[in-house]
Each structure stands twice: as structure tokens, then as C-alpha cells.
Nanobody, 121 residues
């Protein structure tokens, strides 16, 4: 399984970015796909996740109402639309895949390289 994240960058507070995670190497019907983020000197935290099979989603409280996770089955790609960005959203964002379908960091067996998101105030 290979995961390729992209779409990070520098944006002003209040702006938007869309992250993409292209997945390859197998079919992902039973997988959960997640986005996590890690700020300097902080632990890696859950941001959002989606079930590949039925599209159900879960979000961290800190991003609810601002971020939207979605998937494109035909393209094997998961997206994270981030609106109303805040300086505290600054972090390296990682996409990950869990074959067992959970949304837990511990269950994510596959990780992509991170993409930097920087939100200026």
C-alpha cells in the first residue's frame, strides 16, 4: 500500500486548502482512511477519517464544521477540505490507512509522507 499526500502550503488565517491522498497497491473496500497532524514538539493527533466502504466520517472536535473529508472511489483518492483555517491548524498533515476499518491512530498500518500546512495570522 502506498499513500501519497499533497496539497499543503502557506495560507492566511481564514483561508482554505485541500489536501489529497492518492492510494495505490490494492483495493481499499474494507479500509478506513484517516488524516492526522503533528505540530512541532507535539504528538500526532487525529483530524478526520472516512470509511472507504460506506463513506461514514468522523472528525476531531477542533475541526468540526471547518474540515470535510471525502473520497473518490474511482480515483482511489481521499481529500481533506480545510476551510476557515486558524494558526493552530499549522502542522504536518499525514494520511493513513487502517485495514481493519477503525479510525484509531494505533490501527493505521500504512502512512504517507506528510505535507506541511502553515497558517499565518
Amino acid at each position: 500500500v502506498q499513500l501519497q499526500a499533497s496539497g499543503g502550503g502557506l495560507v492566511q488565517a481564514g483561508g482554505s486548502l485541500r489536501l489529497s491522498c492518492a492510494a495505490s497497491g490494492r483495493t481499499f473496500d474494507d479500509y478506513a482512511m484517516g488524516w492526522f497532524r503533528q505540530a512541532p514538539d507535539m504528538e500526532r493527533d487525529f483530524v478526520a477519517a472516512i470509511s472507504w466502504s460506506d463513506g461514514s466520517t468522523s472528525y476531531a472536535d477542533s475541526v468540526k464544521g471547518r474540515f470535510t473529508i471525502s473520497r473518490d472511489n474511482a480515483e482511489n483518492t481521499v481529500y481533506l477540505q480545510m476551510n476557515s483555517l486558524k494558526p493552530e491548524d499549522t502542522a504536518v498533515y499525514y494520511c493513513a490507512a487502517d485495514p481493519s476499518g477503525t479510525y484509531d491512530l494505533a490501527g493505521m498500518d500504512f502512512w504517507g509522507k506528510g505535507t506541511q500546512v502553515t497558517v499565518s495570522s
